[in-house]
Each structure stands twice: as C-alpha cells, then as structure tokens.
DNA sequence: TTGTGGAGCCGTTGATCAAATGTCAAGATC
DNA sequence: GATCTTGACATTTGATCAACGGCTCCACAA
C-alpha cells in the first residue's frame, strides 16, 4: 500500500525551514525576518515566505508589526513560566481524558514515537528526535479525542520547543526522560488516570527546570523561583473530580 | 492624546468581512470559498483574499485541501460538544487565575464591555453586541495574566461563536445571560474565585445548551444528551485546589 | 468501465505601489 | 564654534497586483 504522496507547497518548506531555524536559534530571538533575504536563501519569491512567517505568527514565535515586517519574539523566564503554565493544565487535562479511552492501538503508536525518538537520538539527529518527541506526546492526546483541546494544547508546545531544546542540547538526563514517557504511556494503557497525570506533571516540570536552568546561563537573566502550580495539586484536581459522583444536581 | 491612526491592511478587512459572514451563516457550512468570486465582491486582488483565508484556517473555521481550495467547516453536534467541552476547562482556569489578581480596572474594563453590549443590543446592531461580548469574556481572561492560557481560547471561543449567533437570534434569554455576566463579574471582584467559576460554567452550560437546541432543529440532527463535565465537578476541582496547602512536598 | 481532453482554479512568480526609516545638509540655539 | 533640530530626499522593505503554469476534476467518448 503506498501512502498518498505528499506534494510539500514552497510555503510549507519555508514554515518548517524557518520553525527549525527559530528553535535552534540559527535566527537569534529579536532578529528581524527579511522577506527578500529570507526568499533568496530558500530559492523560492517573497509570497511563500510571507505565508510561512504569517504561520509561526499564528503560533506567536514571531511577531509581526504591520508595513515594518516581522522579528522572532524574545525569550524570557516570565514567558517560559507562562508557556508550561498552558502546558501544565492543557496537556493534563488531555492526559486525563485519554486514559479512559486508552486502545491497544493509541498505545502502539505512541510505544513507535517512542522508539523513533531513541534510534534518532542515537543517530545524532535532533530534527528526527524532536518531530519524534512530539509524535508521541500527541499520540498521546489524540487519544483523549478532544479535538479543540488538543489543538489548544499546539501554539504553547511550540513555543516551549524554542526553551527545550537549548537546555537538552547539552545536559545528558536522557535517561530520566526516557523513564518518565515510558511511565506516562504504561500508566495511561492500564487507564490509571491518576497515575498519568502524576507523571505527565513529574515530565514537565522538570522540563521547565531545566529550560529555568539553561535561559539564566544563558541570558544572565536574575534567577527566580518559577510560580507553578505544584505537583500535588495538579493531582488532587483530578483525584477528587474522579470521585465526584454522577448523580450531584447541577446548580 | 491621540491613539495611533490604524490604518487597516486588505487582508484585515478580508478576513472581518468573511468571519462576519461564516458566523452569521451568509457563507454556509460547506460552501466553498472561491478565490476570485471573493476578491471581486471585496473590490481587492486574490491575494489579500487568500491570506485571510489562511488566517481563518488557523483558528480552523475553514477547511483547506491543498490545490483545491477553502471550504467552511461542517457544523455538528459533536464538534459543538467538543469545543464546549475545551472552553469549560479554559476558561474556567482563567476565571479562577484571574480571580486572584482582579484589579478595579479590569472591573471597569469589563463592565465598560458589558456596558457596550446592551446599548448595541438595544440598538440592534448584532455585530457591535457579538464584540462587545467578546471583550468582556476577554477583558475577565486577561486579568489572569497568563497569555498562553489566553491566547489557547480564542480558537474554540470563535468556533463557539458560529454555534452561538444562530441560536441568540430569535431566543429571546437576554436577562439570563447578562445576569450570569454580572454575577460573573461581581464575584470577581470579590477575589471569590469559586463563585466566578460556578458562574462561568453556568454560563457555558446553558450557551451550550441553547446552541444544541438550535442545531438540531435547524438540521435534524439527531437529538442526544451532550456529555460535558458537571457544574459540580467542575467547581470541585478548583475547592480542592484552593485547599492544598502549599507545604504538601512535590513528589 | 476506463481513458482522454478541456475548463476551472489554486499556488507561485516578478513587477509595482506605498509606507517607514535613514541620511544629510541647512538653519536655529546655546 | 559646537550641538541640536528640521525637512527634503533616497533607500529599504513590506503589501498588493496581474499574469503564468500546473494540478484537479468533470464530461464525454471508446
């Protein structure tokens, strides 16, 4: 069975050349996107790439003044703590959805994003890893079938990409992250909710730790506690809307 | 003080003017959005055209298949059901966030809003009330502060909104939706983030509701029970969250 | 039922228009 | 005399336009 072939239009080579260059900060945060300069290093005319930057716009990685062009938006603790604040609660809300209706078949695809990720990380090929990691924590949703949820949950994980992938780059806790996706998935095939909540919260915030970590090395930014909501909390929401039973009139 | 002269590009104009008429279904669901029929009703080049369709493709309100065009999402009891289900969870974290921090200008702000909507209502001007509505729902979101949380909303609040338009027209429960806008508020103001939650999802659940009604009548859809989480367990959530007491150890 | 031809439409291009900024010199101010 | 302000001009850059090329779909014929 062949798989309908995919044309990629120019503009989509460009969004996906351009989101690549933003992450790995081959365009630096601030630095102004120049349609002409950008079009001639593409090979492609000036439209496709106005679209391309119109899209990472929709998703807030640039931004766009009108008649003076477009820049990569800044990065910065407030917004680090702000993007895994959506996270944080968006994602564990899918998390918690999906566990109900967990299928053997959710599970194999997320188990093959899994393994994806560890040959690509072993290849050396961070694009091939990255695009892998975000194949299984969306497999992951998907199977909550939210769809509006799950689409909310995009523009943030984004974002959080551009923090994430510096601050994994270097530091070697590969071994923890492996752990954690691999006690989010089992617990969400044996539908414990609870459980996968507790992991997928584990999962992020030492995410945002380690990004926390990298931006101040990076930027010399004052070094703060990040304000999230702590584990246990995030848990005992979930705990306790569970026993919530069904028969409770609502007001 | 003068504000900044806002000089509105082609394509702005293009996409109000085509959000305007999917929402009040003067482009129906299904229809296709024909490049050149557009742009020559519009009095503009294909080009500004396209970008808006691009524009309304992000929040999803139209469909593209790549070299055959635009069309306007199908509307259904399901994707109601769904977008429901993801604005009840994000907004209410937002009602509860901004809870803790409402300033008396966010209050003004809001009421301002609310302010607006009735004299637009009286004046029968529909799309003057649609976004004065808005930004009151809006104005209450941004008190909380979290801009990723925010910006998440705005897609399944606009889809919401196609939903919504039909089913206010001929219903005459104006009373009750200002009621629940003013209860929202008022318990805002009194930092008493639980009263402003059961209010919202009050609100939601009613909205719901009256849109499912309409829907149903209006394509015959078959009539179900929508499956949405309960007020109770909803307003359970964020009790038991506010009573975690900070000093429970982070697993 | 299957293959072919033509019409319609989108994606892209290169050119044109217009806004915004930078430059620079003349004049005002201290 | 040095510094700052002002205004015209040139340049850069984004926004828009009109036309081309190729893909998709439908009608029609074998």
Redesign the pocket.
């Known amino acids: 069975m062949l798989t309908k ?1 995919q ?7 460009a969004a996906r050349s351009l989101f690549d260059a933003i992450v790995d900060q081959r365009i630096p945060p601030g630095a ?6 950008l ?1 001639e290093q593409l ?9 391309a ?2 899209r990472l716009a929709a998703l807030d990685l640039v931004e ?7 820049r990569v938006r800044e990065l910065s603790l407030a917004d680090l703590e702000d993007t895994y604040f959506a996270r944080l609660h968006l994602e564990n809300i899918a998390v918690w959805e999906a566990a109900q209706n967990f299928t053997a078949d959710d599970g194999a695809q997320a188990a093959a994003a899994l393994a994806d990720r560890e040959a690509a990380q072993e290849a050396g090929d961070r694009v091939a890893a990255r695009d892998a990691h975000e194949r299984f924590h969306f497999a992951i949703y998907e199977a909550s079938q939210r769809t509006w949820l799950i689409r909310s949950i995009l523009p943030a994980w984004r974002n959080s990409e551009r923090y994430r992938i510096g601050a994994m780059r270097h530091i070697e806790t590969q071994g923890t992250r492996d752990h954690e996706h691999t006690q989010i998935l089992s617990a969400l095939m044996r539908h414990d909710g609870l459980e996968a909540v507790r992991w997928m919260t584990n999962h992020l915030t030492s995410s945002v730790r380690l990004s926390a970590q990298h931006l101040i090395s990076e930027t010399g930014e004052a070094d703060r506690e990040i304000s999230l909501p702590k584990v246990a909390e995030v848990v005992a929401r979930f705990d306790i809307a569970a026993g919530i039973p069904a028969e409770i009139p609502t007001v």
């Open positions: 072939a044309i990629e239009s120019a503009s989509d080579v102004p996107l120049r349609l002409k300069e079009s090979g492609m005319s000036m439209m496709p790439v106005r679209e930057i119109r766009i003044e009108p008649r003076r062009g477009a």
